[in-house]
Nanobody, 122 residues
Framework: QVQLVESGGGLVQAGGSLRLSCAASGSIFSINAMGWYRQAPGKQRELVAVVTSGGRLNYADSVKGRFTISRDNAKNTVSLQLNSLKLEDTAVYYC????????????????WGQGTQVTVSS
Protein backbone atom coordinates (compact mmCIF):
# COMPACT_ATOMS: atom_id res chain seq x y z
CA GLN A 1 0.00 0.00 0.00
CA VAL A 2 3.00 2.24 0.52
CA GLN A 3 6.10 2.28 -1.61
CA LEU A 4 9.42 3.94 -0.90
CA VAL A 5 11.77 4.48 -3.81
CA GLU A 6 15.36 5.54 -3.21
CA SER A 7 17.89 7.08 -5.54
CA GLY A 8 21.32 8.62 -5.48
CA GLY A 9 23.71 5.95 -4.29
CA GLY A 10 26.98 5.22 -6.02
CA LEU A 11 30.75 5.10 -5.83
CA VAL A 12 32.66 8.06 -4.46
CA GLN A 13 36.18 8.71 -3.20
CA ALA A 14 36.85 9.34 0.45
CA GLY A 15 36.17 12.97 1.27
CA GLY A 16 33.55 13.24 -1.45
CA SER A 17 29.81 13.79 -1.31
CA LEU A 18 26.61 12.08 -2.33
CA ARG A 19 22.95 12.89 -2.00
CA LEU A 20 20.34 10.22 -1.38
CA SER A 21 16.66 10.79 -2.00
CA CYS A 22 13.58 8.80 -1.11
CA ALA A 23 9.99 9.30 -2.22
CA ALA A 24 6.99 7.69 -0.55
CA SER A 25 3.85 6.98 -2.55
CA GLY A 26 0.53 5.22 -2.09
CA SER A 27 -2.63 5.91 -0.14
CA ILE A 28 -0.75 7.89 2.46
CA PHE A 29 -2.69 9.67 5.15
CA SER A 30 0.27 10.89 7.16
CA ILE A 31 3.92 10.18 7.81
CA ASN A 32 5.48 10.58 11.21
CA ALA A 33 9.18 9.78 11.18
CA MET A 34 11.20 9.41 7.99
CA GLY A 35 14.86 8.68 7.74
CA TRP A 36 17.70 6.41 6.84
CA TYR A 37 19.32 3.28 8.16
CA ARG A 38 22.39 1.61 6.75
CA GLN A 39 23.87 -1.86 6.80
CA ALA A 40 27.48 -2.66 6.09
CA PRO A 41 28.60 -6.20 5.22
CA GLY A 42 28.70 -8.39 8.31
CA LYS A 43 27.15 -5.70 10.50
CA GLN A 44 23.73 -4.97 11.90
CA ARG A 45 21.51 -2.35 10.39
CA GLU A 46 22.00 0.96 12.17
CA LEU A 47 20.12 4.23 12.31
CA VAL A 48 21.83 7.03 10.39
CA ALA A 49 19.40 9.90 10.64
CA VAL A 50 15.72 10.53 11.25
CA VAL A 51 13.40 13.52 11.03
CA THR A 52 9.89 13.67 12.47
CA SER A 53 6.94 15.40 10.87
CA GLY A 54 7.51 18.22 13.33
CA GLY A 55 11.09 18.67 12.21
CA ARG A 56 12.88 17.03 15.12
CA LEU A 57 16.22 15.62 13.97
CA ASN A 58 18.39 12.83 15.25
CA TYR A 59 21.73 11.62 13.89
CA ALA A 60 24.06 8.78 14.66
CA ASP A 61 27.15 10.06 16.41
CA SER A 62 29.31 8.71 13.60
CA VAL A 63 27.71 11.01 11.01
CA LYS A 64 27.05 14.18 12.99
CA GLY A 65 28.52 17.20 11.28
CA ARG A 66 28.92 15.33 7.98
CA PHE A 67 25.43 14.18 7.00
CA THR A 68 22.33 16.33 6.76
CA ILE A 69 18.78 15.01 6.57
CA SER A 70 15.96 17.04 5.11
CA ARG A 71 12.31 16.41 4.41
CA ASP A 72 9.55 17.80 2.24
CA ASN A 73 6.25 16.96 3.93
CA ALA A 74 4.17 18.16 0.98
CA LYS A 75 5.96 15.77 -1.39
CA ASN A 76 6.50 12.91 1.09
CA THR A 77 10.19 12.89 0.38
CA VAL A 78 13.30 12.68 2.51
CA SER A 79 16.87 13.34 1.47
CA LEU A 80 20.26 12.70 2.99
CA GLN A 81 23.27 14.78 2.06
CA LEU A 82 26.46 12.85 2.73
CA ASN A 83 29.60 14.98 2.95
CA SER A 84 33.18 14.18 3.93
CA LEU A 85 32.55 10.54 3.25
CA LYS A 86 34.75 7.96 4.91
CA LEU A 87 35.54 4.37 4.02
CA GLU A 88 33.42 3.23 6.95
CA ASP A 89 30.36 4.89 5.44
CA THR A 90 30.26 2.14 2.82
CA ALA A 91 26.95 0.36 3.21
CA VAL A 92 23.52 -0.21 1.77
CA TYR A 93 21.37 2.73 2.81
CA TYR A 94 17.68 2.10 3.45
CA CYS A 95 14.98 4.73 3.57
CA UNK A 96 12.19 4.19 6.08
CA UNK A 97 8.93 5.89 6.94
CA UNK A 98 6.36 5.42 9.68
CA UNK A 99 3.23 5.76 7.61
CA UNK A 100 -0.49 5.88 8.30
CA UNK A 101 -2.31 4.91 5.14
CA UNK A 102 -5.90 4.31 4.11
CA UNK A 103 -7.21 1.06 2.62
CA UNK A 104 -10.84 0.83 3.63
CA UNK A 105 -9.67 1.79 7.08
CA UNK A 106 -6.52 3.32 8.47
CA UNK A 107 -3.38 1.26 8.94
CA UNK A 108 0.04 1.95 10.34
CA UNK A 109 3.10 0.68 8.54
CA UNK A 110 6.83 0.79 9.05
CA UNK A 111 7.73 1.01 5.39
CA TRP A 112 11.15 0.43 3.85
CA GLY A 113 12.82 1.14 0.56
CA GLN A 114 14.77 -1.43 -1.40
CA GLY A 115 18.13 0.03 -0.43
CA THR A 116 20.78 1.92 -2.35
CA GLN A 117 24.48 1.11 -2.28
CA VAL A 118 26.99 3.71 -1.18
CA THR A 119 30.61 2.73 -1.72
CA VAL A 120 33.46 4.94 -0.56
CA SER A 121 36.88 4.21 -2.02
CA SER A 122 40.32 5.32 -0.92
Amino acid sequence: QVQLVESGGGLVQAGGSLRLSCAASGSIFSINAMGWYRQAPGKQRELVAVVTSGGRLNYADSVKGRFTISRDNAKNTVSLQLNSLKLEDTAVYYCFADVTYYSGTYYFSNSWGQGTQVTVSS
